[in-house]
């Protein structure tokens, strides 16, 4: 199994902050790496997929960068609709993984 | 637009069988665009991928769940399922439905959810 870990687990941040979030896998995937969003109670939201390609209807503050093993979400401005959860995934193999979650607050 | 909508009891006793039923509806499960997922999350952690089929028959599982699960797809009804043998308070979670693109672009259309939990 490919082992998806990012980094941090949570942080806090105010409205307007650039924030990036890291994922590492444990081996080389392509770039068949997704980001999603997830709201207390809702289900994920994809918002970026093969690394960079921001989900239609997706904000353009979202934006994803990496290669190989090392991937990064990026909100270049955040919002208060953006305070969640968000997780990584590879969808390179199976079994689909997911990283542990960065939880997103407000400071 | 792509919607899928879980649908089962929402309570099950040890050691019994949960069983989840996926409606699929504004699209085919026989697109071949799309493999059709079950993914679990806990109360309070992360998401766990449980498996996937595609509307030919072929599934693939998660290693660690690979004993006790069954994904089956009946086309005629637009639905797929999911089996989960011998529970425990440990599969308590809330369980989603979701596409899977056979493009490796994601899970792209998820249901809401439903809770199951495991209590005598």
């Known amino acids: 199994d490919i082992q998806m870990t990012q980094s941090p687990s949570s942080l806090s941040a105010s409205v307007g902050d650039r924030v990036t979030i890291t994922c590492r896998a444990s081996?080389?995937?392509?770039?068949?790496l997704n980001w999603y969003q997830q709201k207390p109670g809702k289900a994920p939201k994809l918002l970026i997929y093969?690394?960079?390609s921001l989900q239609s209807g997706v904000p353009s503050r979202f934006s994803g960068s990496g290669s190989g093993t090392h991937f990064t979400l990026t909100i270049s401005s955040l919002q208060p609709e953006d305070f969640a959860t968000y997780y990584c995934q590879q969808s390179y193999n199976t079994p689909r993984t997911f990283g542990q979650g960065t939880k997103v607050e407000i400071k | 637009q792509l919607q899928v909508q879980e649908s089962g009891p929402g309570l099950v006793k040890p050691s019994e069988t949960l069983s989840l039923t996926c409606t699929v509806s504004g699209g085919s499960i026989s697109s071949t665009y799309y493999y059709w997922g079950w993914i679990r999350q806990p109360p309070g952690k992360g998401l766990e991928w449980i498996g996937n089929?595609?509307?030919?028959?072929?599934?693939y599982y998660n290693p660690s769940l690979k004993s006790r699960v069954a994904i089956s797809v009946d086309t005629s009804k637009n639905q797929f399922s999911l089996k989960l043998s011998s529970v425990t308070a440990a599969d308590t979670a809330m369980y989603f439905c979701?596409?899977?693109?056979?493009?490796?672009?994601?899970?792209?259309?998820w249901g809401q959810g439903t809770l199951v939990t495991v209590s005598s």
């Open positions: 093969d690394v960079s």
């Open positions: 979701a596409s899977d693109s056979t493009g490796y672009k994601g899970l792209n259309y």
């Open positions: 089929i595609y509307y030919s028959g072929n599934t």
């Open positions: 081996q080389s995937m392509s770039n068949y």
